[in-house]
């Protein structure tokens, strides 16, 4: 059954940042649903507002936390998000959904120009992520890592504008706006990206007859994997009391994880099948001290 068949007589109201990236997300979701009457509601959530503030220390769940209450509290019906700002932990009387619009899922990171040329471990890099950051560190060897906040327009301008030599932004959310056909002057990172990268969410109120009609709408066999795939991401996250501004890499296929967790010096890295295995060899390679090195 279409979602639209069931609100024949009413519109979907769905809640989503405001941001150039987050209503094209909408858009995808509203897509594959095949949803054509719908209200939008723009929330600006906490994590909008330190960052329009130049924070960089907040948890990532701050972009999640305003719009899940209004899912609480009967103001909208679904919401969309990014799956890399989900919290590990699931909220209370929620349920979702991750999904992709194409079969191609885009992980990776960019590394983006000012203009047509290679990097230098001598350049200003700019990222607010503490992974990517760490990344740069370890992987780059980039001597000038500087904090970068704002949307992506924003952090586009800042690099044209002269402020960075490069910038690391997501290859899915440029994707998304069609940044890449606009500007060649970038590569592509071959870095583990975070929990969730590439993906979306959709999230709705727990025993909503709409969480029904979702996933027999959208869901197929590569969507169930998808899922699983996150979800053993997340429970390792739960394992290890890490959040989504923690300095750790992460990517699960085939019920195989991988990873890395970066300290301020050093970083370790692991892979496996198991929870537990995986957690006992992070523990012996010193990396649970790395994980909380930052704080």
């Not at 809640?15 to 949803?35: C, G, H, Y």
């Not at 994997?225 to 991401?233: A, H, M, S, V």
Request: hydrophobic residues 40%; neutral net charge.
């Amino acid at each position: 059954m279409m979602l639209k068949h069931y609100f024949l007589n009413m519109k979907i109201k769905i809640a989503s940042r405001s941001s150039k990236l987050a209503l094209k997300q909408v858009q995808e979701f509203v897509k594959i649903s095949n949803i054509s009457d719908y209200e939008l509601l723009n929330i600006t959530t906490e994590g909008d507002k330190l960052s329009s503030e130049g924070s960089i220390l907040f948890d990532k769940a701050n972009f999640v936390t305003d719009i899940e209450i209004n899912l609480l509290n009967d103001s909208a019906d679904l919401a969309v998000h990014s799956a890399k700002d989900m919290p590990a932990k699931d909220t209370e009387g929620l349920e979702h959904l991750f999904f992709i619009e194409s079969s191609e899922r885009r992980l990776s990171d960019l590394i983006i120009f000012k203009n047509n040329e290679k990097f230098k471990t001598d350049m200003i890099l700019g990222t607010s992520s503490l992974r990517r950051k760490m990344q740069a560190k370890f992987h780059l060897n980039a001597e000038n890592v500087i904090s970068l906040n704002g949307n992506i327009d924003t952090r586009l301008k800042k690099l044209n504008d002269g402020m960075y030599d490069c910038i690391v932004l997501a290859e899915a959310g440029l994707h998304r706006l069609d940044y890449l056909l606009k500007n060649k002057n970038y590569f592509k990172l071959n870095h583990i990206t975070c929990s969730g990268q590439g993906v979306l969410a959709v999230q709705w109120k727990k025993g909503s007859k709409i969480g029904e009609l979702i996933n027999s709408s959208i869901v197929n066999k590569s969507i169930v994997e998808l899922n699983n795939q996150i979800e053993l991401e997340k429970k390792l996250l739960r394992k290890l009391d890490a959040n989504c501004n923690s300095a750790i890499s992460l990517h699960a296929s085939n019920g195989i994880i991988k990873g890395e967790i970066y300290g301020l010096e050093n970083f370790i890295s692991f892979n496996g099948t198991n929870i537990e295995q995986i957690l006992k060899d992070i523990d012996q390679k010193g990396g649970l001290k790395l994980l909380h090195e930052h704080n």
